[in-house]
């Protein structure tokens, strides 16, 4: 052998191990110094460490630890956990909460399939719904904006339209959050006497 024993190697002598790759290595030994001389120190090293005293850990240690470590649970895991406490224990109980959830799915199927064969209808409901909620939220803040600015302010916004009414909008409501919190910081310092 033209190198030194790898430290692998030297643990396999030192372990005692025997097969057909320990003959080279013990003829090397036999043969180089330096290496008998790790293989010297590693074999200190490890009677050291043998004859020094084996200490159990306290019984609670494992909890210790335990509870310092984050333990990444998979969703689907901690779903299955949720049902299995959630589900009932007895065979009578799993067969009803089985027959209201079979009785729930087919009620939603049905009511999917219904509104899927409606989809104009439903497309026009929500058309609707959505104009009524846009004209409410336009009417309030051009009230609001009436109200605090005055009439003026509210024939520029209308000028500018819908986006200067969002801006405006945006606006009061940043207005707002900034008095809020102002109050929350006034009520919460401490008082001095």
Not at 139 to 158: K, N, Q, S, Y
């Amino acid at each position: 052998m033209d190198r030194h024993l790898l430290p692998d190697e030297i643990d396999q002598l030192l372990d005692g191990e025997v097969g057909f790759g320990t003959a080279p290595l013990k003829a090397h030994i036999r043969q180089c110094a330096e290496c008998r001389s790790e293989l010297e120190e590693a074999a200190a090293l490890v009677r050291t460490i043998e004859r020094l005293p084996h200490y159990a850990p306290s019984p609670l240690f494992t909890d210790r630890v335990m509870s310092q470590v984050q333990v990444f649970v998979p969703w689907h895991a901690t779903l299955l956990d949720s049902v299995r406490r959630w589900a009932p224990r007895s065979r009578g109980a799993r067969a009803v909460g089985v027959a209201v959830a079979g009785g729930a799915a087919a009620v939603l199927t049905v009511v999917t399939l219904f509104l899927i064969t409606r989809l104009d209808a439903v497309m026009f409901a929500v058309g609707l719904i959505t104009n009524r909620v846009r004209t409410a939220v336009f009417a309030f803040t051009g009230d609001a904006i009436t109200t605090i600015f005055g009439e003026p302010a509210m024939h520029v916004l209308r000028a500018s339209g819908a986006l200067g009414i969002g801006v405006a909008l945006l606006a009061i409501l940043l207005a707002a959050a900034i008095a809020l919190r102002m109050l929350r910081a006034l009520t919460t310092s401490p008082t001095r006497r």
